[in-house]
């Protein structure tokens, strides 16, 4: 018989920013992908993962944190990009719903094979990179109609969302931008919430080690004060 085994890259067992309460995180490794403004490149190859776990052997892990999730809390599986690793996260979910535990999918919306997946899912965070077709190809180097069929799914499911964009000075930190996604946002009667992260520059020195170019060298960290104060025009 065939067994699924999960590539992945860390685990973060304490997590309070993937989803509501305190989360188990699975960082899954692979992802298509190349985002500009991306922080992990060292997650981009499948075949460099750190770990390997069949899903019996990460449910019996999380389960050891479940007292945690006692206030909402439950398990997110993050990348990378997990919908690349779809199958290895349906039976994680599946085994967690039969253990009554809350699963979160933090996803780009960039994969296949995935309705099976949604429906032992609670709750999507969608990485929402950009609005327009032609720039959302240079920031991300694919095209986007996967994004869009994956956020057509989701409605048609009705499963509750998330939408997370990161904000990126010069680019998108405008008044404008982010009323633009809220508009976008309003689409959709499935989404819940809109985060917007700041942008850093913290992993200007893994490109360097990896000896990976990295795009946005020039590009100055988002001030966090302005991000914030962006939010309001969310309400």
Request: glycine share 6%; net charge positive.
């Amino acid at each position: 018989m065939f067994q699924i085994v999960g590539n992945i890259a860390s685990f973060e067992t304490m997590g309070l920013v993937d989803g509501p309460g305190v989360r188990f995180v699975v960082f899954l490794q692979g992802c298509p992908l190349r985002c500009a403004y991306c922080h992990n490149p060292e997650m981009w190859n499948t075949k460099e993962a750190k770990i390997q776990m069949t899903p019996e052997e990460l449910v019996k892990k999380i389960k050891r944190y479940r007292v945690y999730f006692k206030d909402g809390g439950g398990v997110t599986v993050s990348g990378g990009e997990p919908l690349q690793q779809a199958k290895f996260v349906t039976e994680v979910f599946r085994l967690c719903k039969q253990e009554g535990i809350h699963t979160c999918l933090d996803t780009s919306g960039y994969g296949d094979d995935y309705d099976e997946l949604l429906d032992y899912c609670d709750l999507v965070i969608l990485d929402v990179k950009e609005l327009n077709p032609d720039k959302y190809r240079k920031l991300v180097g694919k095209e986007m109609d996967k994004f869009s069929k994956f956020l057509k799914v989701c409605q048609e499911k009705n499963k509750k969302m998330w939408f997370r964009q990161v904000i990126v000075p010069g680019y998108n930190d405008t008044k404008e931008s982010v009323l633009a996604l809220k508009e976008f946002a309003k689409k959709f009667s499935n989404v819940e919430k809109i985060e917007l992260l700041p942008y850093h520059t913290m992993a200007i020195k893994k490109y360097k080690e990896l000896g990976i170019p990295y795009r946005l060298s020039e590009v100055p960290a988002m001030d966090k004060k302005k991000c914030k104060d962006l939010e309001k025009y969310l309400n």
